[in-house]
């Protein structure tokens, strides 16, 4: 799988909008971006994932670099509860395919 | 409705003990993945099942390690003659099929001491 490269750490003060960058410069045609996070103490869970236009949803924005070597995660507005740590995954188009976890980006949220 | 459970939510083990940890996935969900993760680092893919077959078993460390899943749903993994290096948090994942995009479910985990 194509690798992905995320900054180790970033701050955040509560209710501001927070960007968490993700490099995938050597992803291919048809690899979906993924993004999960890991709150402390508990299993990752999924967040939102793209592949070409960018995704809304209920917890987040995906905005896919129109060459699509970098994605940008978007918490509109930050509370407390995100403080957590998020992982950027390339996921294959294949018949199956597991998840494989980077160091990703601990994201830490000031009141 | 229920997501994915495991237990025990903690074990302790001496050091050659062999243990049995337990996923329940989400009713219905075909695929099922065992992960693992150390002190301080990210998810280690061990082992893929879909229905009740495995069919990538590639990142079991070593033959100390197995994994069954019967009926399709529930699925155990064992480890044999436990060592200290294999303290972490064992996780478990389901999704509805196998096929990208489908987003995996994550239970709690059980956090493995091997003393």
């Known amino acids: 799988d194509a690798k992905t490269t995320q900054p180790n750490s970033m701050e955040s003060n509560e209710e501001e909008p927070v960007h968490l960058p993700c490099n995938h410069s050597t992803i291919s045609g048809t690899d979906y971006i993924h993004w999960y996070r890991q709150l402390p103490s508990q299993g990752p869970e999924y967040v939102i994932h793209?592949?070409?236009s960018n995704v809304n949803n209920r917890m987040a924005s995906l905005a896919i670099a129109e060459d699509r070597k970098s994605s940008t995660l978007i918490l509109h507005r930050a509370t407390l509860r995100d403080a957590a740590v998020y992982y950027c995954?390339?996921?294959?188009?294949?018949?199956?395919?597991?998840?494989?976890f980077g160091k990703g980006t601990m994201l830490l949220v000031s009141p | 409705g229920a997501g994915v459970s495991q237990s025990p939510s903690n074990k302790v083990t001496e050091k050659g003990k062999d243990v049995e940890l337990r996923c329940d996935p989400i009713s219905g969900h075909t695929a099922l993945y065992w992960y693992r993760q150390s002190l301080g680092q990210g998810l280690e893919f061990l082992i893929y099942?879909?229905?009740?077959?495995?069919?990538?078993k590639s990142g079991l460390p070593s033959d100390r390690f197995s994994a069954e899943r019967t009926g399709g749903s529930v699925s155990t993994l064992t480890i044999q003659r436990t060592q200290q290096e294999d303290s972490a948090v064992y996780l478990c994942a389901s999704s509805p099929k196998g096929q990208y995009g489908n987003e995996q479910f994550f239970g709690p985990g059980t956090r493995l001491t091997v003393l």
């Open positions: 099942f879909q229905g009740n077959s495995a069919p990538d």
């Open positions: 995954i390339l996921r294959a188009n294949s018949g199956y395919s597991t998840l494989t």
């Open positions: 793209g592949l070409t």
